[in-house]
């Protein structure tokens, strides 16, 4: 009797360990965002404007003068910058693509991430420094 | 060429649906937000003489409008992205519409105190 060879109708889905915590921090950058940008906007957009504080290179200065809220914001970036990119990839790898534009996805979007931390890292000095 | 997966991608219908898509969309408009937000702040390199015209733009009436269309985004995204993770738990997954109605009752809800507080700035 011939066995009949089953072939499954699409590729089972390939994971290693990197991708599961890549999942699993998108999990814990969400959660954290959920709080601290709830903190920021909630802040900056709301509460200020409520008491007509308007946002200057001064005023942001001032409340950067507080090392928690240089500690705040740099970790917000780099929690938003994670979140935001790797939600991307999820988006973009909705699409079939072979395993080279993956790998160059991947590169690219950290690459990306990389700069666009450092940018935003020597953005915000001169609003630390006051100059 | 490039295709959606058919087979892997989620087509469902209903209000489940709804939530998926509203999940991605508001996700890809808030990255491009992100992105934009940096490089605005950013722009504090050049000192204050950049900084301040340009903030005070971005606090006009017509921004502070917009902004409600950022605080609508973040809502449906960070609210909905709890119903997510409740599911990863095992949680409420049986009833996921009733979850995703509640939430977007409290979206709503912040989204009109959120509202009261712009009022008055985008009338000025």
Known sequence: ?131 | MLGLQKKRIYLGRGLGMWAYWLHRLTGLALVAYLLLHIMVISSATGGAQSFDPLLATLQSPLFVLLDLGLLALVLIHGLNGIRIFLFDLGIGIASQKQLFTGLMAVAVVIFLIGTAISWPHMFK
Do not use: C
Request: glycine share 8%; aromatic share 12%.
């Open chain 1, 1 to 131: 009797m011939a066995t009949q060879s089953v072939t499954p109708a699409t590729k089972p889905t390939e994971f290693s360990m990197a991708d599961v915590w890549v999942w699993i921090l998108q999990r814990v950058t969400g959660i954290a965002l959920i709080l601290f940008l709830g903190i920021h906007i909630g802040v900056l957009h709301f509460i200020e404007l409520a008491q007509g504080i308007y946002i200057n290179f001064g005023s942001v200065h001032q409340r950067l003068s507080t090392v928690l809220f240089v500690v705040v914001d740099y970790s917000l970036l780099a929690l938003v910058l994670y979140h935001a990119l790797n939600g991307l990839r999820n988006v973009i790898f909705d699409f079939e693509l072979s395993d080279s534009t993956r790998r160059l996805v991947n590169r690219g979007l950290l690459l990306f991430g990389v700069i666009f931390f450092a940018y935003g890292v020597w953005g915000l000095l001169p609003l630390i420094a006051g100059k």
